[in-house]
């Protein structure tokens, strides 16, 4: 079994931050691996932590504060660590600017919280997803492409590694045992490929490196790789 270094078994220290929260449920490290962001529960703020001080050194609010559904569900920063999108109970995504810590900008138009984020690795384009949709943002024109799987439910979405491909998986009691994964074209939406029709749900979802593997986590403790 593989052993961490020293350096890396230091933990960070969030009790005072979410000591009124509960938990953290969402959590996203920068491009350079220092800056960490934080959040979850009922507090309506990302924190943002040095994480080789392990230090709080920043907190970003606007969120509003739910008590039904988690206030932060989903975290990511953009590939060049200049944005991070955090997506919330309050059926938004907001954007900020990490360098100062301003919301830039706040995505609606959303049926309920947001749980999933992924930016795409090479363009300005976010994939945000509640449990029933994903859209797609260009974040420079400010335009929204809506991609649906009939029946709605979304486990999980995840770009390629050169951003040609956005998988999604399918969840959703209305789909009575079909849960695919589709493979979608983020420049138009259309679905170009489905995979995994017929099996448990895939709660995670990841591409290999060269992006001629995907690996999908399902129900009952089995994963799945498709080329």
Not at 57 to 81: M, N, Q
Not at 159 to 171: E, I, Q, R, V, Y
Request: charged share 20%; net charge neutral; aromatic share 6%.
């Amino acid at each position: 079994m593989a052993h961490l270094p020293s350096t890396f078994m230091h933990s960070l220290k969030v009790s005072n931050a979410f000591s009124h929260a509960g938990q953290a449920v969402a959590v996203a490290f920068g491009p350079d691996s220092r800056l960490l962001a934080l959040g979850g529960g009922v507090k309506a703020t990302v924190d943002l932590w040095d994480s080789h001080r392990a230090t709080q050194v920043g907190e970003l609010s606007g969120h509003r504060p739910s008590w039904l559904v988690k206030t932060i569900g989903s975290l990511a920063f953009s590939p060049d660590g200049r944005l991070l999108a955090s997506g919330s109970g309050d059926k938004t995504v907001r954007l900020w600017r990490t360098s100062d810590g301003e919301s830039v900008n706040v995505l609606t138009g959303f049926a309920g919280q947001v749980d999933r984020l992924a930016f795409h690795p090479t363009a300005p384009v976010l994939a945000a997803a509640d449990r029933d949709a994903v859209r797609l943002f260009d974040l420079g024109s400010g335009a929204a492409l809506p991609v649906q799987l009939p029946g709605g439910g979304i486990n999980a979405v995840a770009f390629s590694p050169d951003g040609s491909l956005l998988a999604m998986a399918a969840d959703g009691a209305a789909r009575r045992g079909a849960y695919p994964v589709a493979l979608v074209d983020p420049a138009d939406g259309r679905i170009v490929r489905t995979v995994g029709d017929g099996e448990l749900p895939a709660r995670a979802l990841a591409f290999s490196p060269d992006g001629q593997l995907l690996a999908t986590c399902r129900s009952g403790s089995n994963v799945r790789i498709y080329r």
